[in-house]
């Protein structure tokens, strides 16, 4: 695993600058939706970033009164949140990867919402965890709206997904609060929208026909998609190379 460096690191200026345009490219999507920009929630993916980068941009967000969390997609990359200048600062924890079983204590003691239940036996690792920890964790059902095999995830269909969300509405630690998805990987617009647009989808007939009204967010879009998930209805967006760059 790669970290950045302190040579490496943004400046406080230019993390602002970068902020700034992403925070214009996603009010500008906001606004030809019909939506508040405010209303979206920018999950930081700070994968290799320093405690001190991550500090800064959650600084800048809070002064531009914006709904914040940082999210690790590597369980290695959970235990800098310890630093100081992360422990207490208040903001939600998300954990955005693929999961191994093996992980799920860790994931559970760190995130308070889960975006990548995508299939039974992590549910169970899950629910298990958290029992033994006694606590109450947020989770999103992941699905595989591009059909692609590099990804993981439930097919996007009612027959698919049912079963997980009934099992998750019954269980006692985990609470569905919503379903994620990661866009179609192609430079064809049409095809990404497709693909995320299958989400909201998928999401308003689940709440409809398994009355599951509190399945509300869609966790869909990144750096290079973000304006069509908000156009298309994301309620958490996931940023990172759009501020902190290219990973070394």
Do not use: C, W, Y
Request: hydrophobic content about 45%.
């Amino acid at each position: 695993m790669t970290r950045t460096s302190a040579a490496d690191q943004l400046p406080a200026d230019q993390l602002a600058a970068r902020l700034d345009d992403v925070l214009a490219r996603l009010d500008a999507a906001a606004a030809r939706a019909g939506r508040d920009g405010r209303e979206i929630t920018l999950l930081l993916a700070t994968k290799t970033r320093t405690p001190q980068e991550v500090a800064v941009v959650v600084d800048l967000l809070r002064a531009r009164d914006r709904r914040i969390a940082v999210g690790e997609n590597r369980a290695q990359e959970i235990a800098k949140h310890a630093d100081p200048m992360l422990a207490d600062n208040g903001v939600p924890r998300h954990f955005i990867g693929r999961l191994q079983t093996n992980k799920a204590r860790d994931v559970i003691a760190f995130a308070q919402t889960i975006h990548s239940v995508d299939r039974e036996d992590i549910a169970d690792a899950l629910e298990r965890r958290a029992a033994l920890a006694g606590l109450v964790r947020e989770v999103l059902v992941q699905v595989n709206t591009s059909g692609e095999e590099s990804k993981g995830g439930f097919a996007p269909t009612l027959e698919a997904v049912g079963p997980i969300l009934e099992r998750l509405r019954g269980s006692g630690t985990l609470r569905p609060v919503g379903l994620m998805t990661i866009g179609a990987n192609t430079s064809d617009a049409t095809a990404v929208r497709a693909s995320l647009r299958g989400l909201r989808e998928l999401r308003d007939q689940v709440r409809t026909e398994l009355e599951l009204p509190e399945l509300e967010h869609l966790s869909m879009g990144m750096s290079g998609d973000l304006e069509i998930a908000v156009e298309e209805g994301a309620t958490i967006v996931r940023v990172g190379s759009a501020l902190f760059g290219a990973r070394p």
